[in-house]
């Protein structure tokens, strides 16, 4: 058999492959936004099911022949066989380590974690929340003994959600990171420029939110012929394939920004996905490269596009015309108020600047988790210490402190860094951005979105998961990851903000 013989055999495996990992995501996403809750033993097992046929799939020893098969021959294929069935490899080599029956038994224990995680969440109660938690944790250290690791342990978390990224690299990043925000953070603090946002916590109902959220989704260019929007207790974005990526948000009442914005920040997610070339579809490279680019376009969208006053320039008057509440609010008091850098609790309501620092406060809890270095019972203790350290404030329950975030209810240790790696990845594209198109946030003054869309498209959805996060990174800026353009960012915009100048 030839090479395009043998391609055309992987690829109709793979799509195989990707028909079983759609309706596996179908499953789950009904879990997350309409599942009964006493559906929650019968769905995990359902979910069991159909991640064990998955797994046989991606261990199986027809992967084993196509990559026997390929390995002679990898310098004559194009980037994209090339990339195919490097993933292919990568897939099979960390999977087929973990024996079957452990790696169902994990995907149940997954999907009960997270529906304890609500209960536990609307309950204020750790405890519910904390026997799910240890079986989870001590099956990702039993996982890491089967697959080995280099580095440390917690690296090669990280690589599952940016390969290639290690613990030493984010150390640096993170630590010019932080030291640039918190001094950033007590310029603010001295400066005596006091911002008020209370007009947005008058009442706004669903309704009147839901109604200019999609307007704005529909202005960035989501596709809701592609996709929909639904309401969940954490905001997410999933894809089932590039013609139908589905989002949702969560409102609150007595606070304008916070179902918006993660509107647009999913709204990120979404067009990255739906922007997925068709010739990729098939591959398993299909779909963002790393959390850390879909970061990247997810907190661009929110915050470099969402939170500037060439986007509000054009909203603003529509939100005025659509909310009452805002009739004696002028266009500088809004951009000051969307712009206001207070230390909060929950990490999906925090400011642009202080955002990063609850990141770090979660990667170094990770990383003391998978040290050894604490017990699960002084979690919450801990959580709470730091973020009075690093934010100044204090939780006063569970809700508000160590259970906000579902990801370590499925098992997601190594995935928060992701979104302070987004800012930098995000900042960084900007720079590009400005040098080919200078006008660009000219046309968003005019409310369209279409040219940030399209360069976005060009420079980073389309290669999909070809490329890997640092080769995406340099081929589209030339330069390797570097804070220096998001602390430059930050530092610009919240001198003007708060005339720090």
């Given amino acids: ?136 944790i001590e099956f990702q250290k039993e996982f890491l003994e089967y697959t080995g690791y280099t580095g440390t342990k917690y690296d090669s978390l990280l690589d599952k959600y940016e390969r290639g990224i290690t613990v030493e690299k984010l150390d640096e990043v993170f630590g010019e990171l ?85 509107s647009i920040h999913e709204g990120g997610h979404a067009l990255y996905e739906q922007d997925i070339p068709d010739e990729l579809m098939g591959t398993g490279l299909g779909t963002g490269v790393s959390m850390g680019i879909h970061e990247s376009q997810s907190r661009f969208y929110e915050n470099i596009l969402g939170r500037s006053k060439s986007f509000w320039k054009y909203f603003f008057p529509e939100a005025k015309k659509r909310f009452n509440q805002l009739k004696d609010v002028s266009f500088e008091d809004f951009y000051k108020a969307i712009n206001i850098v207070e230390p909060s609790l929950i990490r999906t309501e925090a400011d642009e600047l202080t955002y990063s620092l609850h990141v770090i406060i979660r990667y170094e809890i990770e990383k003391l988790i998978f040290n050894g270095e604490v017990n699960l019972e002084d979690l919450p203790k801990i ?76 420079n980073v959805h389309k290669h999909g998961a070809v490329y890997k996060p640092a080769d995406l990174i340099k081929l589209i800026s030339g330069e390797e990851l570097n804070a220096k353009y998001f602390i430059r960012y930050l530092n610009d915009k919240y001198e003007e903000v708060y005339n720090l100048k």
């Fill in 1 to 136: 058999m030839n090479l395009n013989e043998k391609l055309k055999e992987v690829r109709e495996y793979i799509k195989t492959k990707e028909l079983l990992e759609q309706a596996t995501g179908l499953v789950y996403w009904d879990m997350r936004v309409g599942m009964p809750k006493k559906a929650v033993e019968q769905r995990a097992e359902v979910v069991g099911y159909l991640s064990s046929e998955g797994y046989k799939f991606t261990t199986s020893e027809k992967v084993k022949g196509f990559i026997e098969f390929f390995e002679p021959h990898l310098d004559e294929l194009n980037v994209i066989d090339r990339a195919m069935i490097e993933e292919l490899k990568r897939q099979y080599d960390e999977i087929k380590k973990i024996p079957e029956d452990k790696y169902k038994e994990y995907v149940i224990l997954c999907s009960k974690s997270e529906a304890a995680w609500e209960e536990a969440k609307e309950k204020n109660d750790f405890s519910i929340f904390k026997p799910y938690l240890g079986k989870v």
């Fill in 178 to 262: 932080r030291d640039a925000i918190v001094d950033l953070l007590n310029r603010i603090k001295n400066s005596g420029t006091n911002i008020d946002d209370s007009f947005f916590k008058n009442k706004f109902t669903k309704e009147e939110q839901e109604e200019f959220g999609l307007f704005v989704l529909e202005k960035m260019g989501y596709d809701f012929d592609a996709g929909r929007l639904d309401e969940s207790v954490h905001p997410f974005t999933i894809n089932f394939g590039n013609k139908d990526v589905r989002i949702t948000t969560n409102y609150h009442e007595n606070e304008f920004r916070s179902a918006l914005f993660s």
């Fill in 383 to 458: 959580w709470n210490e730091k973020y009075k350290e690093y934010l100044g404030v204090e939780p006063s329950n569970d809700a508000e402190g160590i259970l906000q975030d579902m990801h370590w209810s499925d098992g997601s240790f190594g995935y928060f860094p992701s979104y302070a790696l987004g800012n930098l990845y995000g900042a960084q594209m900007l720079k590009k951005m400005l040098s080919d198109s200078p006008e660009i946030f000219d046309d968003v003054e005019n409310g369209n979105l279409d040219t940030i869309h399209q360069w976005l498209k060009e």
